[in-house]
Each structure stands twice: as C-alpha cells, then as structure tokens.
C-alpha cells in the first residue's frame, strides 16, 4: 500500500505547469482509464512500471511538462520511462520517493510548495534517500561535502547530483572510469589524475585494482585526503608493504612516512612545501577554526591576505598565546611536507620516477622549506593555511614553536651553525695562539 | 726519568676505539647536518656509517665503564670534595698552562697511576665521560630510530630538542678534539703523552723529594728508570 503523505500539501498543483489545461483535462480522462489497465490488475511483467507508477508516468513523460521555481527556473518535470527503466530504483516506484505527493489531489492542488531554487530542491529531496540509505547517508554526513552544503555552498553535491535522481545505476557503474561522477565537479584534477600511473594503469593497462576516486577519498564520506592520517591510509590501504619497502634503504623510514606525504615523494613534478598543522596534542586531533578563534578572539585572513607571512617571533607568540593558562589543550605544530595543490597530489608517477634523492629536501635552501604554511581545519573538514616565512623552521624560537618537526640540513637552526663555526675556530686557534706564545717566548729566553 | 704504568691495557684500547669513533662521528655528523656545503659521501651513506660507529662507541663506552666499576683505578675519576684544595689545584694547573708553561715552569701536577688527571682534567672528564658521552649516546639512539622513541622524543620537546641537544654536544666536541690533541703534545716531548697512550708507560720527571708528598699508592708502584729493566712492574 503506497502511503501519501499529506502533511507536505504543496502550494501550486499541475495547474501551476505550462500544461495547458485541455491537455490536462485530456490526461485526467486518460488516467481515470488507465486505473483499469491489466497493469493495475497486477497482470504485468516485473519490468514493467506498476499501476501507480504508470498513471505518474502518464503525465511525467511528456517532455514539456515543466514548472517555474520560485526564482524564475524553469524545472522540467518529464521522467524517461526508458531512463527510469534502467535505474536500480525502477522497481521501488515512484511513490517510495516521492511520498509526499497525494495522487488525488495532486494535479488540482494549489499549494504545492514552491521550491526557491532547483537547488534548495535537490537538498531537500535528497533527504528521502537518507531513509533508506541511512548507512551511506551517515557516512555523507561527515563529508566535505555535507559540510559544504550546510555552510551553503552551491556547488557542494547531494545524492541526485551524483547519482541523478531517475537514473540511479547500480554501484559498479560509478566504479569505472566513464561512471565516476566527480569529474563533473573536479574536471581539472580527474584529467591529472588520468595521466597519472593510477590512471594510465586502469585506462591503458586495464588494471581494475588501480585506485579510482573513491578508493582514496571513500565514496560518501569523502573528505579532503591530506587531512589527518587519510591519505597515508588511502595508500597503504593498498601498497601494505610500503613500511617494509622504504625500511630496506630509507633511513627514518617510519618518520619519513609520518612526515612526508606520499605525493611529496612520488609526484616528482610537484612542487613541496612544509606544512604545520595546529594540533592538539592532548586530545590528538587537529584544531578546529572555532577553537583557536575563540582563544585569539579572532583570526587574520587566510594566506592570500597576508603579505610576508607569520615570522618566527610571530609564531612563538600564536602557541604561546593559544596555550596561555586555563587551556586544556596543548597545541603543538604537526610538520608534515606536502605537494602545493590538490592538483600535484594526483600526479603520482610510476616508482622508478619516485625522487630518491635525500639531498633533495636534507640540503639547506631545500625548496620544501622555502614554502612554510600554519593550517588548522575548519569546521567543514578543509583546511585553511596561513602564509608563514622559511625562517619559522630555522630560528632558535622554532624549538620551542615546532619542536616536533626536523629536518636534517634543511630546517637546522642557524644559531648552532654559528656556534659551531665559533667553537671549531675558537678549538682550533687554541693550540696555535698557545704555541706561538710559548715559541716567542722560547725565543726571548734564548737570548 | 721514570716510567710509570699508567694506562692499563683496557683503558688504551678504550681510548683509541673512542678517539677514532668519536672523529668519524664528528665527520659524518657535519655531513649529515651541512649536506651540499660539502659531499665527501652521499647523506645516505653518512647516516649509516654514524649509525654504526654510534653503536660501536656506545660498547665501547660500557668497556670504560665497566672496567673503571670492577677496578679501583676508578679513583682517578673520584671527584676533590675539599674546596678549598679543589680550587687551589685547579687554578694552579689554569695558571700553567696560562702563564707557566711560557716561563719554564714545571707542571704542578705529578702523574701517577691513581692520580692520572690533573685538577683540570678530572673535571673535564668526569662532565665528559658522565654527562656528556652518555647524553650524546642517549639523544643518538632516539634520533636513529624516532619513530620508535616517538614517546621518549616527545616528552623531551619532540625531535628538533632531541637533535639540538645532540649538536650543541658535536659543537663541544668540534672544538675540544683541537684543544684535546694540542695538551697531549705538551708532555716532556710533543709525542710522549701519544706515545704512552699506545704503551702504557708515562715518562715522569724525577721529582724534587721535599715536593714528592703524593698519594699512598705511588708507594706501591716501581718507579723504574729508563736505563733499567725495560719491562716495568706495577703492584696493586
């Protein structure tokens, strides 16, 4: 029994549409028939739409029928039947989605709810997926994506935006190159990604294993993969020998795979910097925008704003200041060197271009240390970078401001260089002053 | 001149496995820490070959410390708990190597095999052998392996602390070998001091006897001359 919900009366009824009305008087007759077919007798093949769902159809498939959102859009409202056929929802019928259509009032209701936009629309049909789909829908709630879409974003997807709303296909469609939906969003990055060995091992050499979007961002709980430990998990989730592999001639190697990104590695054309990442090193979770804003009373602007970046002195004042008394939390800076752009991140190139070179980054003037950025995650899961200069890794301040994150060579503090060259010439002079001193004297002494 | 048996056989081969740990570790640590300034090897295979030679040195400490634990030559380590005496012999030595030395005076410490060190020396090496070696030790291990320290490293300010501290103990040493080496030259010869770091055997001057007021165990020891037997004995 098909439940018609009546406590969403809409405001405007088919009358509202651009049907006139001998057509849609037309339709009604034809409908008023179309109860008695052998389709509503139950005589049908299960490939064919049910009653219900024809007398929606009788209507729906005309191309013309359409209505005027709130904002001047115009909506189509036409259903392929031969579309519809082919989704995985075909068998549910309409009503199961549409639930709050009353079929007996439904095309001479006058207040049928307008929706403002074709947006607001999606958003709030898409909520009927939840109640089916409540596992995927709580995974979607943790996504970039749900976050974007709260804070109103536009262009943040919904379920109809990525699975279409009459033409949801089963799941292994979205599996393949052609079926995945987030190059309609991400055209840029899915063509790096084309190019890249995981593209060309599934495009070129038909590898099925080699990773396609969701395999690294996760289907519904997508979220930004450099944020947390997500993308080291995305990759050993696959390359699980990745530790043993590194160990055999990587010194550190443990370290280097905190600390270093794959990209930054095996995307040699990519362009590196060093991140540090507000973290709260008491609950081990980054800090959140809200958190440190409510500290500082306030926050500056994102990079872009800022001209020179935050100095090594500028730094050491934002932890101190963020961990003056009555804090719980102990923020620490959490180093880690990654590529520029989401862009770079999906140039991963075959192994043997991997850099392997160590003095690539543990030289000074190395270009990860020239890129310094201070992040933390804002409420939606993205990360906000501010602009900080090279010397925040080099000052004598950086112990105490980013004592957790070292580089060899590349980020040493230029107070010891000076110190050294100080005490190896200081050692060194020593035995010459004393020996010359004591020849001199040797001299006078035998005259 | 006499010899005495100063250096015992394990406290040589202690010295010299340290002396050529300590330099290499020296070298392949400024390497590792100013690669592209200079490339004598390639930073991979500097970290390893100061991997190994921290190891090395690291049994090589617990030879020194274990022979000095299990024998009474531990002595010479035995810090001066008189003050007064401490500062007097310390700036006694200070004003030889400062001014006496330049004058022909003779060096106010008198070598002997429970008394090895002067004023100066003892303290430098009870810091050095006590505070400094194991400290670099220590701050070494955590740096080969962070990851498996990552809790150690941590509590201690994380890993920019731990490889501070590690420097700020290469600079020490980057100067002191230079100072190290020179006060070994200023025996009777330039090379005695050097010499007796291989055989064991210190030439010491005769002494004055009105000035020959030193410990109880110089008594046990025979003093042999160079024109005598040359394979001298020494009685514990």
């Known amino acids: ?447 | 001149m006499t010899k005495l048996y100063i250096h015992p056989l394990q406290v040589r081969i202690w010295h010299w496995i340290n002396a050529i740990c300590v330099l290499a570790l020296v070298l392949t640590g400024l390497q590792i820490r100013y690669v592209g300034l200079f490339d004598i090897m390639s930073l991979q295979l500097a970290i390893t070959v100061h991997n190994w030679i921290g190891f090395i040195l690291l049994g090589n400490f617990f030879i020194w410390l274990s022979f000095y634990l299990f024998s009474d030559k531990i002595k010479i380590y035995h810090p001066e708990l008189n003050p007064k005496k401490f500062y007097r012999e310390s700036f006694g030595q200070a004003g030889y190597y400062g001014w006496g030395i330049y004058r022909g005076a003779k060096n106010p410490h008198h070598m002997t095999p429970y008394n090895k060190f002067n004023a100066l020396q003892k303290s430098l090496y009870q810091i050095i052998m006590l505070l400094v070696i194991p400290v670099q030790i220590i701050t070494g291990i955590l740096l080969w392996d962070v990851e498996r320290f990552s809790g150690i490293v941590g509590l201690l300010g994380g890993v920019r602390v731990v490889d501070t501290v590690h420097v700020l103990i290469l600079i020490f040493f980057s100067g002191f070998l230079f100072i190290h080496v020179y006060l070994a030259t200023l025996g009777h010869t330039a090379t005695a001091h050097i010499k007796a770091m291989f055989t064991g055997y210190e030439e010491i001057e005769e002494e004055d006897p009105k000035d020959s007021k030193e410990d109880k165990h110089d008594d046990k020891v025979i003093r042999m001359s160079t024109s005598e037997s040359p394979s001298p004995l020494q009685i514990h």
């Open chain 1, 1 to 447: 029994m098909i439940i018609f919900n009546r406590k969403d009366k809409t405001k405007a009824g088919l009358l509202g549409t651009h049907l006139c009305k001998p057509v849609i008087i037309f339709l009604l007759v034809v409908f008023s028939f179309s109860v008695n077919t052998p389709a509503a007798l139950g005589n049908i093949p299960d490939d064919s739409p049910s009653a219900e769902d024809e007398r929606c159809l009788l209507c729906h498939s005309f191309e013309r029928l359409s209505t005027t959102l709130a904002n001047g859009e115009k909506l189509s409202l036409q259903v392929q039947e031969e579309v519809l056929a082919k989704s995985v929802h075909y068998s549910i019928g309409c009503a199961s989605c549409h639930r709050e259509i009353d079929l007996n009032a439904h095309m001479l209701s006058t207040n049928k709810k307008i929706y403002a936009n074709k947006r607001e629309r999606s958003v709030a049909l898409s909520n009927i997926c939840h109640e089916c789909h409540e596992d995927k829908s709580s995974q979607y709630e943790g996504s970039i994506h749900a976050s974007l879409v709260e804070s109103g974003n536009l262009a943040a997807p919904v379920c109809t935006d990525c699975h279409g709303s009459h033409t949801v296909k089963p799941k292994a469609a979205y599996e393949t190159l052609a079926g995945i939906p987030c190059k309609t969003c991400h055209e840029n990055i899915f063509n790096v990604y084309l190019k890249s060995m995981h593209g060309q091992a599934r495009s070129k050499l038909g590898h099925v294993g080699a990773p396609i979007c969701s395999n690294c961002h996760r289907a519904h709980d997508v979220n930004v993969a450099s944020v947390e430990d997500r993308l080291k998990e995305a990759c050993v989730g696959c390359h699980e020998d990745v530790k043993h592999v590194h160990k055999k001639w990587l010194p550190n190697a443990g370290l280097h795979l905190q600390a270093v990104s794959c990209a930054a590695c095996h995307a040699p054309a990519a362009q590196r910097r060093v991140d540090l990442l507000l973290f709260d090193s008491v609950a081990q979770r980054p800090v959140s925008e809200n958190e440190i804003s409510l500290r500082l009373g306030g926050l500056p602007g994102p990079e872009e704003s800022s001209k020179d970046g935050l100095d090594a002195k500028e730094l050491w004042n934002l932890i101190r200041t963020i961990n003056r008394d009555g804090s719980e939390a102990e923020v620490i800076l959490r180093g880690r060197m990654e590529v520029t752009t989401g862009e770079q991140a999906h140039q991963i190139a075959w192994k043997d271009k991997a850099i392997r070179d160590c003095e690539s980054c543990h030289r000074d003037g190395a270009e990860p240390f020239r890129n310094v950025t201070v992040s933390l995650i804002r409420a939606d899961g993205k990360r906000v970078s501010y602009g900080a200069e090279k010397e925040v890794l080099s000052s004598a301040l950086s112990l105490d401001s980013a004592g957790g994150f070292y580089a060899l060579g590349g980020t040493r503090i230029e107070l010891l260089d000076i110190l050294l060259l100080l005490t190896a010439v200081g050692g060194a002079s020593v035995p010459i002053v004393h020996l010359t001193i004591r020849k001199l004297l040797r001299k006078d002494k035998s005259k």
